[in-house]
């Protein structure tokens, strides 16, 4: 019975390995900003690296100074776009925002969201209130229209209920400054603490096994 435990102690120890998070940031691409109650729900399509989703955040602004900061919803979609199967949704107030043109990160909590690798999804917020502005790149030049930068996410694109009458991102190369944390449970490997539990479990079957044999001889 000691040597089952012992060996049951083990995977326990093996079970109980974490994974670590992996955090992909996508932000500085961009300092233009977008009114969210006006063009929401504006979000971001991204592809899945990692299965177990933990929490997506973008950079918001202060747009429309004096007007009411009223709760943001935060939607998850299946696919890349607008009318895809809702998989998660948050709502919150944010922090008063300072009305300056630095974007300030606002996280969502998504934990226990699980992705598919691989696949495409869309990550949108929407509100009523004409306070919050989206923040998103690349930059241009405000006398040629010429982009200041290249697509910084390959994986997907900036997403937008009305047309914003860009040629830039009408091409496909503008992205939200966007973040999001996920997991994806890393193979059982044995520490090696498990692994001299492991040695000790066999060695008292092996040594019981010894005992047994020359009770019988």
Request: hydrophobic share 45%; aromatic share 10%; net charge neutral.
């Amino acid at each position: 019975m000691r040597t089952m435990t012992i060996l049951a102690a083990a995977v326990a120890a093996i079970a109980a390995t974490p994974a670590a998070a992996d955090l992909t940031v996508i932000s500085g691409s961009g300092q233009r900003a977008l009114q969210v109650a006006y063009y929401g729900p504006v979000g971001q399509s991204f592809t899945a690296t990692d299965t177990d989703l933990t929490s997506f955040g973008f950079q918001f602004e202060t747009f429309n100074p004096g007007q009411p900061n009223a709760p943001l919803t935060f939607t998850l979609r299946d696919g890349a776009g607008l009318t895809g199967a809702v998989i998660a949704t948050r709502t919150a107030t944010l922090p008063v925002i300072p009305a300056t043109r630095v974007g300030t990160w606002y996280d969502f909590d998504l934990t226990g969201t699980t992705l598919v690798l691989g696949h495409s999804y869309t990550a949108l917020v929407s509100t009523t209130s004409a306070l919050l502005g989206f923040v998103y790149g690349p930059d241009i030049n405000i006398y040629t229209g010429v982009p200041l930068g290249s697509d910084a996410y390959a994986g997907g694109a900036l997403v937008t209920t009305r047309d914003l009458g860009d040629r830039i991102c009408a091409s496909g190369i503008c992205d939200a400054n966007f973040r999001l944390s996920a997991t994806t449970p890393a193979a059982a490997v044995p520490e090696p603490a498990a692994w001299a539990l492991f040695i000790t479990g066999f060695g008292m079957i092996g040594a019981a096994s010894r005992r047994r044999s020359a009770r019988f001889a």
